[in-house]
């Protein structure tokens, strides 16, 4: 192996070295599981030292550079077909992997504090180095079938980190739902990646993207449509979106960093990557925007209504996702790309922000319970919180720097991020063959950002201003703020770094019309999109220059009067007063929002209920143990027709040599006629 | 006539069937003495062996055009005799722990293996019917081999009178064979090969005998009784071995002595045949609390998984059913065994699927390679089982039958389902009161542990040691 490739497969076999380490000497080791700091470090260093290569790999590269493809060894063979364990790197996957090992080597390290009294800690840092080994797969993978492997990985871990706290009913089956709802998109993407070998007989990205041109028109939709649906399961949209708020039942650093800043953005990630294709079906593109544009309002507005801490981040998470499908369908595969990296810093830090939140509260309900009070109170919830920013300052300060990055004020990240996917929107309409549906889709996600801003600060105030009020809330809890306090650095820290992250990150993207307004000619300020060049096939912007700066003045605008209207609202103390204003201003709709658009139930209705009352009434034998929601509603269908045909099973050899003879009068009719 | 090179043909076949005569001896001279097992280890080593010094050869007649050897048909003797030796090495355990440690039993394995040697190579019907019929006999055997339990004795039972039923149908097809085209030789019959009634009848006939040894439906009825009455480790035996050893001959006799002639569209049957085992056996499985019924079905989903690569009728389709049968062969053996394990254990019944509640951590390497072994059955990369299910699918759809691969693809979403449902029991559910549990000797986790190693090696690198498997099945 050449030296260069044995420095790459460094970053591929390191966070799988650390797996296998931590998890087989935690297995079999029981003296093992209790050296917390071994344990943490192996696994924090397993992620670090990939950084570090990616980084050297990301400095060795400029935009012109060629895809580098590290090949390790041929994975099948068979006649035609064969695939490589290959991995590509260039400016898209360098990108990817900074971000996957970056943001989760400060996750590694705050888990460390976040997770020190927990008895699996051993556990959950062998799942989070399997992650990422997933992950890297993921974005790394030279083929379709490379990264379908991450792809399926990565959702194994989801599927193993949700349900963590097993012993918790709710939790396993919040991973179960996660992991059949992701299932659901995965097959739509493995029968895409049949279709592909079928036309082009190999799954590598250069044949695939080179010869475009050997897709009928009917089934390059079909493999686009089929792969945006697989994304829908990964990436939480619209239809597919109801189990990534359930998986946070999972610890609150698996929240950041696979529901929040990676796992959830390999949807966008591989779109992204097929740019080439999609450019060139406008049909699917619309379809794509309409999905990401509905699912960020609906999001949104449900994000309005929570009041779990970690229930907002969900949904605020699903929103901005939304965000990125949005652009992705407007030709602006930068964009999204550009919000992926950016959300990926402010969600992750408000994400463990709220981990420092919860584990104060937590701290509080422990200190209660050994001064003999009985007092239990859900420690997420934030009408029991407020006026925390005298108690926790830092984790106040980053949190409040993460929101306001989010609400999209410049010139925090979130600002540029989303402009650009707001201005690409607009754009699409613009350009030949645009639809007018793009400008309304502008709309959609003008009112989405305004609500953004707001829910966020409703959070933010709720939470950190005002006054504590969990005495005033429990009697018992009386003074209970002495047990409130900041926690320690290797949980702040990343906070702190993340927060920093989350103010200049944006500057990756300013747009070039800034200055093309005053030079005349194009610029080349915006560095994510000279760096993205040769690999995205974004639509080439076709407005004026004046209308991006009108789209500019709006969307800030909707920003600041989004949040001047949360600190009109929520600043002290008014959270319950106001939550209540707003419902009655809009009545029925608000309660459609709290109830979630009563999604679970109608998958429920549709599905499961007809299913529960057939079973119910014609088939009382059957025992029908668990009807929850879409998955248990499919697994419940077709355990239906399993019990229909178990009554076939009667177990008399008669009846099994009649089906024998009836299987051999078909059989023969058909060889014969 | 070349008897020496003859003999060297068929020498894996032989050792088995001399040391099975060997143990049968020593079982008379001393009861249950120890040596047997031994020799039925060592015998089965050394023919595997011999079996994979001659892969790689091209495919040669031999015994006067009875039987070919070298290229595929070294390939099936590799399956089944390793097939065979893990299950050997899994079943002294167990049946001591289940008070059934006969030596009998390893006489009846290692006849039947030999009987599965013959089978796999057959290259006339006349061999292939010897071949069957030794390898079914001792099958039925094994089936009954509780005797003193009523669930027992009615499996076996089942399993004989529906096996001489179906003996009857491919005994007859062979006969329309060799009335249609005057020879029972398998290239033979290619060479005459007609669309008269005869013929086809006859061909149709054949494929339904061969189709009740896997068990596709609708010729599975008795799959799930009686692999829930045999002891599990000779489950196993008779889930691996047998379809690996029955698919190997399907894949002889349909390339060689069932060409594409006009009007013979044995391609379609397969696959409808393929659909509906598919779906069927995914489906039910569904439903099984208990895990050796689950396995049953999944058995039978498996068998259409393979039904679909035979339908893509290519060597590439031939080529990636072989692989998939080494690839289920390795898994199911795993498997099968991880729950022998359990089930040694007196008290609960291991076999239902509640009572293995929180084992997961309190036998943490069973759990791992248990885990394992459902990750591969289940098709989820990279483990061996997805590849497998790869290749097959692929042949599929490189042959034109994009439906039959979508199908496929769906049935085997619904099947993770039931292989998770196990894992859930393992790890998310809180253990029942203290259990002890009983450990299994050196030997016994060893060969688990080879069998995970195999399962996840071929699924990171499924090019077999020996050279790409194409160039390994070489001459239809």
């Known amino acids: 192996m050449e030296s260069a490739t044995a420095l790459f497969s460094l970053i591929i076999a390191l966070p799988l070295l650390g797996f296998l380490i931590n998890g087989l000497t935690g297995l079999f080791v029981e003296s093992y599981r209790n050296k917390k700091q071994l344990i943490g470090s192996i696994a924090s260093t397993a992620v670090f030292i990939p950084f570090v290569i990616a980084v050297y790999f990301f400095i060795n590269m400029n935009a012109g550079s060629e895809a580098l493809i590290y090949k390790l060894f041929t994975w099948m063979d068979v006649g035609t077909f064969s695939v490589d364990v290959a991995y590509r790197v260039d400016q898209l996957s360098v990108m990817m992997t ?32 399997l992650f990422i080994f997933a992950m890297l797969n993921l974005v790394l993978g030279n083929n379709l079938l490379l990264l379908f492997l991450g792809w399926e990985g990565v959702g194994v871990c989801s599927y193993l980190l949700i349900g963590f706290w097993y012993t918790d009913m709710a939790k396993s089956d919040a991973a179960k739902k996660a992991f059949i709802y992701n299932r ?17 007989g190999s799954l590598n990205f250069d044949v695939i993207l080179g010869n475009l041109d050997s897709f009928t028109e009917g089934y390059m939709v079909a493999i686009g449509l089929l792969m945006f649906v697989g994304a829908t399961g990964k990436s939480a949209q619209i239809p597919l979106f109801v189990w990534l708020p359930d998986a946070m039942a999972g610890p609150t650093p698996v929240s950041a960093l696979i529901h929040a800043a990676t796992m959830v953005t390999s949807g966008i990630y591989l779109i992204s990557r097929m740019s080439p294709m ?18 960020a309002i609906v999001a949104a507005t449900i994000a309005i209504t929570q009041n779990d801490i970690k229930g907002v981040l969900a949904y605020s998470t699903v929103s901005q996702l939304g965000y990125m499908f949005l652009a992705l369908g407007a030709g602006g595969f930068t964009a999204a790309m550009f919000h992926v990296v950016t959300h990926a810093f402010f969600k992750a830090c408000l994400f463990l922000g709220s981990g420092s939140v919860i584990h104060a509260m937590e701290h509080v309900e422990h200190g209660l319970h050994k001064e003999g009070k009985d007092v239990h109170f859900d420690p997420q919830d934030m009408r029991f919180m407020g006026g925390l920013k005298k108690y926790m300052p830092s984790t106040y300060k980053t949190f409040l720097i993460a929101t306001v990055a989010i609400a999209g004020i410049p010139p925090l990240a979130g600002f540029f991020s989303k402009d650009e996917v707001l201005a690409m929107t607009m754009n699409a309409g613009f350009v030949d063959g645009g639809s007018w549906v793009y400008m309304m889709l502008w709309g959609v996600g003008i009112i989405t950002a305004f609500l953004t801003a707001f829910y966020m600060f409703r959070l933010t105030l709720t939470t950190f201003h005002g006054s504590f009020k969990l005495p005033t809330k429990i009697k018992e809890a009386a003074g209970s703020e002495k047990f409130l306090h900041e926690n320690p650095w290797n949980m702040t820290t990343p906070l702190w770094i993340l927060a920093v992250l989350a103010v200049f990150g944006g500057f990756l993207g300013v747009p070039n019309f800034i200055v093309e307004t005053f030079t005349h000619e194009p610029a080349h300020i915006n560095l994510l999109h000279d760096w993205l060049y040769k690999i995205n096939a974004d639509y080439i912007i076709e407005m004026e220059h004046w209308v991006e700066w009108v789209l500019m003045a709006v ?19 008014q959270q319950e007063e106001s939550d209540a204003k707003i419902a009655s201003r809009f009545g029925g709709l608000y309660s459609v929002w709290k109830d979630k658009y009563n999604l679970d139930d109608v998958y429920e209705g549709l599905v499961a209920n007809p299913t529960v009352k057939f079973s119910d009434k014609v088939l009382a034998v059957f025992d029908m143990k668990v009807v929850d929601g879409i998955v248990n509603a499919i697994a419940g269908t077709v355990r239906l027709f399993g019990s229909l045909f178990r009554y076939l099973q009667t177990g008399v050899v008669s009846s099994y040599a009649l089906a024998f003879v ?11 006629s | 006539m070349d008897y020496l090179g003859d003999l060297q043909a068929f020498l894996p076949g032989i050792i088995t069937a001399v040391a099975g005569l060997a143990v049968i001896t020593i079982e008379a001279l001393k009861s249950g003495h120890k040596s047997a097992y031994w020799v039925t280890s060592f015998s089965l080593i050394v023919a595997l062996f011999f079996g994979i010094q001659s892969l790689g050869t091209p495919l040669q007649e031999a015994f006067s055009g009875m039987l070919v050897h070298g290229g595929i048909a070294a390939f099936g003797n590799v399956i089944i005799l390793l097939g065979t030796l893990f299950c050997v090495f899994l079943s002294n355990d167990y049946l001591e722990g289940i008070d059934h440690n006969y030596n009998e039993v390893y006489g009846m394995i290692l006849f039947a293996t030999s009987g599965m040697i013959c089978l796999a190579g057959a290259n006339d019907l006349i061999s292939l019917f010897l071949g069957l019929e030794t390898m079914s006999i001792c099958l039925y055997v094994m089936a009954g081999l509780i005797k003193n339990e009523k669930q027992g004795a009615e499996g076996a039972l089942k399993y004989f009178l529906l096996g001489a039923f179906s003996t009857g149908f491919l005994l007859y097809g062979a006969a329309l064979l060799y009335g249609a085209t005057g020879t029972t030789s398998i290239p033979g019959i290619g060479a005459a090969a007609s669309s008269d009634l005869l013929f086809l009848a006859g061909a149709a006939l054949l494929l339904i005998g061969f189709l009740f040894k896997v068990s596709a439906v609708p010729f599975h009825m008795w799959t799930p009784d009686v692999y829930q009455a045999t002891p599990t480790t000779l489950t196993a035996y008779m889930a691996t071995a047998s379809k690996a050893a029955t698919f190997m001959a399907m894949i002889l006799v349909l390339s060689r002595a069932l060409p594409s002639v006009e009007g013979l569209d044995w391609q379609a049957v397969l696959s409808v045949v393929a659909i509906i085992t598919m779906i069927f056996g995914n489906i039910i499985a569904l439903v ?20 679909v690569g035979l339908s893509a009728a290519t060597p590439e389709g031939y080529s990636a059913v072989a692989f998939y049968l080494f690839a289920y062969t390795i898994m199911n053996v795993g498997a099968f065994g991880v729950v022998a394990y359990y089930e040694r254990n007196k008290g609960l019944d291991f076999s239902d699927v509640n009572n293995l509640a929180g084992l997961g951590f309190k036998k943490p390497m069973m759990g791992v390679m248990m885990s394992l072994f459902l990750f591969s059955l289940a098709g989820i990369p990279p483990f061996v089982g997805f590849v497998g299910k790869y290749y097959v699918f692929a042949a599929a759809i490189n042959a034109n039958m994009v439906p039959l691969a979508i199908v496929g693809v769906l049935a085997s979403a619904a099947s993770v389902y039931y292989y998770l ?3 859930v029991y393992l790890y998310f559910r809180e253990a029942h009161k203290e259990t002890e549990m009983i450990d299994a000797s050196f030997l016994y986790k060893g060969a688990l542990v080879i069998l995970a190693l195999l399962t996840v090696y071929y699924g990171i690198e499924p090019i077999l040691p020996f050279g790409g498997l194409m160039e390994l099945i070489t001459g239809f």
Do not use: C
């Open chain 2, 421 to 423: 449902r196990v894992m």
């Open chain 1, 184 to 200: 659901i998109g995965d097959f739509a993407f493995l029968i895409a990646m049949f279709m592909v070998f079928q036309t082009v």
């Open chain 1, 662 to 672: 009836i299987g051999v009068i078909v059989i023969l009719y058909l060889m014969i």
């Open chain 2, 288 to 307: 099984q609390d208990n895990i050796k019924r689950m396995l049953a079905y999944s058995s039978i989903a498996h068998a259409g998984y393979a039904l």
């Open chain 1, 98 to 129: 900074m971000v996957v090992t970056g943001v989760g080597f400060l996750i590694h390290i705050y888990s460390m504090g976040y997770m020190s009294h927990d008895e699996g800690y051993w556990k959950f840092f062998a799942y989070l180095n």
């Open chain 1, 278 to 295: 999609y450019a060139m079906i406008p049909e699917v593109m619309i379809i794509i925007s309409v999905i990401g544009a509905l699912t």
């Open chain 1, 555 to 573: 969307s800030i605008l909707i920003a600041i009067s989004g949040v001047w209207l949360a600190f009109r609202m929520y600043n002290n103390d």
